[in-house]
């Protein structure tokens, strides 16, 4: 934990110096252009994005494609060597124009545990509130406090709080401020998965109550769709697309997208008229006259069903028991294999001869065919 970190997190008041509430029309983070080389790397390669007032945005991909130095660059912790970063209609970093990350008005929250061992809950809260009188500085404290729902453990120290309470606590000091945004990096990571779904709901709901804008980083697609209004997906340090959770899952961009957000299979098509595409999977829908195209189209395991049919030219080469569900892996005839997510009542076993179906729900996403 750097002392820089914790300078940013135990800021004092931003109200006191500057508004840190921008008026509702303007975004709580505009990023134009940023892009941020290490050596050779390029982590950042010229990232555009807005958060809206009260929105919560959700930075999503594989390791190391510039999630954490684009949030590092937007806190002050890093400096881009291009483009503008505004916050609250505010620009705080420009060529020329450096604004320290103690004067930014935001809060930080990671997954380590970044509260001060010797001091209370209250204390933890506090410390960031120094430029507020006493007697303002309890209100606050006891205003969050209120707000996580730990108000009967303000005398209790670090040690003394649960994985899920101590996360909670370390909201509450980043929110006390009242910071224009809130910044956090995997900040669910180190919970144990029982915990995880539980802190990661209160969370939310502790954000929405408080009417925070929230930027999470993350690298766990569920999470990153679960939590966001809208969700990015970033690889080697472009955004490469943006959107509602639901729009980027069911209609990605890209192969890489894709499979970004969850296991994503293509298999190749061809247009045979009436609307209607034909797979070795079978036929699915496509509206729009797509002939001459080559393309693939993009199947998730729930959208991929089998009946049993020795003349059905697919066999099942493996099951995996989820409990509520069976994930099965099916071996098309050109030897290409799917999984098919089923409901628990659908038991056969490896070997079973299958006939596969597409049942999306909804039109399938053509994609056109990677150029190797
Ligand atoms: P993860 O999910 O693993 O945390 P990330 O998407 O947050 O990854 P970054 O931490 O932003 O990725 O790193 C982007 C790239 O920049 C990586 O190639 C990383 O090795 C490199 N990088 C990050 N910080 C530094 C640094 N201080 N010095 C040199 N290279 C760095």
Redesign the pocket.
């Known amino acids: 934990m750097s002392s820089r970190r914790e300078g940013l997190i135990l800021q004092e008041p931003p109200g006191e110096r500057s508004p840190a509430q921008p008026a509702p029309e303007v975004p709580a983070v505009e990023v134009r252009g940023a892009s ?1 080389k ?2 050779s ?4 390669d010229d990232v555009s994005i807005t958060l809206g007032r009260g929105e919560f945005l959700t ?1 999503v ?12 660059m937007i806190a002050g912790l ?1 400096e881009p060597d291009a483009g503008e970063i505004l916050l609250a209609g505010k620009s705080v970093s420009s060529p020329g124009r450096w604004v320290p990350p103690e004067d930014r008005a935001v809060g930080l929250v990671f997954q380590e545990n970044t509260l001060f061992p010797h001091l209370s809950v209250s204390g933890n809260i506090g410390f960031g509130l120094s430029r507020r009188s006493k007697s303002q500085t309890a209100k606050r404290v006891a205003e969050v406090l209120e707000l996580v729902e730990l108000p009967a453990h303000a005398g209790r120290y670090p040690h003394e709080l649960s994985g899920g309470e101590r996360q909670r606590v370390a909201l509450a000091r980043a929110l006390a401020p009242e910071p224009t945004v809130l910044l956090l ?2 900040p669910f990571a180190n919970l144990d998965p029982n915990l995880r779904a539980q802190v990661r709901a209160h969370t939310v709901e502790i954000l929405r109550k408080a009417g925070a804008s929230a930027l999470f ?1 993350t ?1 766990d697609q569920q999470e990153a769709m679960s939590v966001g209004d809208r969700v990015a997906v ?1 690889g080697r ?1 472009r955004v490469e697309q943006i959107g509602p959770p639901k729009t980027v899952f069911h209609l990605p961009h890209s192969h890489f997208v894709a499979s970004s957000l969850g296991e994503a299979y293509f298999l190749p098509a061809t247009y045979s008229g009436n609307g209607s595409l034909h797979t070795e999977a079978g036929p699915c829908d496509c509206p729009h006259d797509v002939s001459g195209t080559e393309m693939e189209i993009m199947v998730r395991p729930h959208d991929v069903t089998f009946v049993e049919d020795d003349a059905g030219g697919s066999v099942v080469t493996a099951v995996e028991f989820l409990g509520a569900f069976l994930l099965y892996e099916v071996q098309l005839p050109s030897g290409r294999r799917l999984r098919c997510l089923m409901p628990h009542t659908v038991e056969v076993g490896p070997g079973a001869k299958v006939r596969v179906q597409l049942d999306h729900g909804h039109v399938p996403v053509v994609l056109p065919v990677p150029q190797p």
Do not use: I, N, Q
């Open positions: 941020k290490f050596g790397t390029v982590a950042v930075l991909g594989p390791s190391g494609c510039g999630k954490s130095t684009l949030l590092r890093m990096d995997e980083v690298h970033m340090g």
